[in-house]
């Protein structure tokens, strides 16, 4: 099946601080999102980005689908962005197929 | 609209029992999905459902039963509760590819 990995694992940042995540992915996909799940287990839709770019307030995200990557920038971080961040991607052979990658651990310090 | 739903929140079984998570969706959703998160890792597919009537096994849906009677609702049932059942398990639904989750139902199984 399709493969999604995710760097760094781990991040630790300063209020204030810019950071970059990266989800590679192995194939073609039809989908692809950026999740972040907050410290209360729950999972909070960023973006829905099978190519391209878009922007929404400090995030934005970037999906270069011919290189099977994607990237998401988090600017002037703030302690509510903790968390873990999600990247899910869909072959498109059925909606609602999303495989995951591990994630990364951002945590925001004061 | 309430969005994804789950019940119950909690619920601790011992092993052998049997008990249904609960998903119901209020947005005429077509496609519905069940997820499981372990420790320190992404989510997994259980099983899918592209409209009622209609499911499929996804990636791990061993000890897993899934019915859809009606578009609002994907019931998963667990037959005989077994300690590695132990997760967190959250329901899916989107209209396309762009897929939205429920709050979680955090299981444990001893």
């Known amino acids: 099946g399709i493969q999604v990995e995710q760097s760094p694992p781990d991040l630790i940042l300063q209020e204030g601080a810019n950071s970059t995540l990266r989800c590679n992915f192995s194939?073609?996909?039809?989908?692809l999102q950026w999740f972040h799940q907050n410290p209360w287990g729950q999972l909070i839709n960023l973006f829905y980005?099978?190519?391209g770019t878009k922007q929404n307030g400090r995030l934005s995200a970037t999906t270069v689908a011919t290189e099977r990557y994607s990237l998401l920038y988090i600017s002037s971080s703030q302690t509510t962005d903790s968390g873990v961040y999600f990247c899910a991607v869909d072959l498109g052979t059925s909606y609602g197929k999303l495989t995951f990658g591990q994630g990364t651990i951002l945590t925001v310090h004061p | 609209n309430a969005g994804v739903t789950q019940t119950p929140k909690f619920q601790v079984l011992k092993t052998g029992q049997s008990m249904t998570l609960q998903c119901a969706q209020d947005m005429n959703h077509e496609y519905m999905s069940w997820y499981r998160q372990d420790p320190g890792m992404g989510l997994r597919l259980i099983h899918y459902s592209v409209g009622a009537g209609i499911t499929d096994q996804g990636e791990v849906p061993n000890g897993y039963n899934v019915s859809r009677s009606t578009t609002e609702d994907f019931p998963l049932r667990l037959l005989s509760a077994a300690p590695s059942q132990t997760s967190v398990y959250f329901c899916a639904s989107g209209r396309s590819y762009e897929q939205y989750f429920g709050p979680g139902t955090r299981l444990t199984v001893t």
């Open positions: 194939d073609s996909v039809n989908n």
């Open positions: 980005i099978p190519s």
